[in-house]
């Protein structure tokens, strides 16, 4: 039973480039969040997403951050012209249902030169 | 907002054991857990403790919930060299759709 997968692990973008993070939940799981984790920091909530429909991003950017979870596919988290600010880890999670215990996957690891 | 946090740091001996505390602000938090982060990797969850409770134990790990104080701590018994690792408090709270993260504890074990 594969737990959260997240690719790329690793990811390294120049200034101005898009940045896109992919994440497939868990079996079963059609909730997902995606989270980032600033070096030296805890995670800080992004987006909440259902199959189709964004349900909370109220800890999203306003611009160039995007986040989507198609009826087909993973859950994808696109960052617009990045900046070195953006270089952090993402990680998201999954759950069977909203409020559910959430369970992470392991992460991507953007690095903006 | 949800505020939650953790001292940053805590070393112990190889054998004996690590209590890893944290606090939290908002009363009608509902889930607490506990997740340890390994270099590189990614948040394994532990354990986690609805707060109608007192106390959770599974085998080495114990969790005790003060609800009036609103602190939370993670026992880890006979720690092992293995446990070193960055341990997040989070809570869950009442409409909310996320979980509220500590800042970390760096748990190093000394041979």
């Known amino acids: 039973n594969a737990g959260v997968m997240q690719n790329p692990r690793h990811l390294v973008r120049r200034r101005g480039q898009e940045a896109r993070l992919r994440c497939s939940p868990m079996?079963?799981?059609?909730?997902v969040y995606w989270y980032r984790q600033l070096p030296e920091e805890g995670l800080k909530f992004m987006v909440y997403l259902q199959k189709e429909n964004i349900i909370d991003e109220s800890g999203m950017p306003k611009e160039r951050f995007s986040a989507e979870f198609p009826k087909e596919g993973p859950s994808i988290l696109r960052i617009q012209q990045v900046v070195r600010g953006d270089s952090a880890a993402y990680f998201c999670a999954s759950s069977p249902a909203r409020q559910e215990t959430q369970y992470f996957g392991p992460g991507t690891r953007l690095l903006v030169l | 907002g949800e505020d939650v946090e953790q001292s940053l740091f805590l070393s112990v001996r190889e054998g004996d054991s690590s209590v890893i505390n944290c606090t939290y602000t908002?009363?009608?938090?509902?889930?607490l857990y506990w997740y340890k982060q390994e270099p590189g990797a990614g948040l394994q969850l532990l354990t986690y403790i609805f707060s109608n409770m007192d106390m959770k134990q599974d085998q080495r790990l114990t969790v005790l919930l003060n609800k009036k104080d609103k602190h939370l701590s993670l026992r880890i018994a006979d720690t092992q060299t293995g446990d070193s690792a960055i341990y997040f408090c989070?809570?869950?709270?009442?409409?909310?759709?996320?979980?509220?993260f500590g800042t970390g504890t760096r748990l190093t074990v000394i041979p």
């Open positions: 079996k079963g799981h059609s909730h």
């Open positions: 989070a809570s869950a709270r009442t409409g909310a759709n996320n979980l509220f």
């Open positions: 908002d009363s009608s938090s509902t889930y």
